[in-house]
Structure formats: structure tokens, C-alpha cells
């Protein structure tokens, strides 16, 4: 049973780094499309922050 929990664990921390990748490469989008605005494009895509 240990084993078990401890492949679960590693499996969600290696999905979590990769959620954040694909997360900061969203962000990345408005920032070079919109260089002055990005800030407000993040809001309108239903962003609260700028860093995951």
C-alpha cells in the first residue's frame, strides 16, 4: 500500500508541473499579442493572477 500512495503522489506532482507549463504558455499568449493591454486581455480570458 505505500508504494501505491506514494506512485499517486509522484504522478500528481508531474501532472501539476505540467498544468503549469501549459498555464504560464496561455498567459505568455496575451502578453505578446497585447504588450500594452495584457493585463486587461488576462481579465477578459478569466485570469485573476499572472503567475501560476
Same mark, same amino acid.
Given at each position: 500500500?505505500?508504494?501505491k500512495v506514494s506512485k499517486l503522489m509522484s !504522478?500528481?506532482?508531474t %501532472?501539476?508541473?505540467e498544468l *503549469?507549463?501549459?498555464l !504560464? %504558455?496561455?498567459?505568455?499568449a496575451p502578453k505578446a499579442?497585447?504588450?500594452?493591454t495584457f493585463e486587461a486581455?488576462? *481579465? %477578459?480570458?478569466?485570469f485573476r493572477k499572472e503567475s501560476y
Open positions: 500500500m505505500p508504494g !504522478q500528481k506532482d %501532472a501539476k508541473l *503549469r507549463k501549459v !504560464q %504558455a496561455v498567459v505568455y499579442n497585447y504588450p500594452d486581455e488576462l *481579465r %477578459a480570458w478569466g
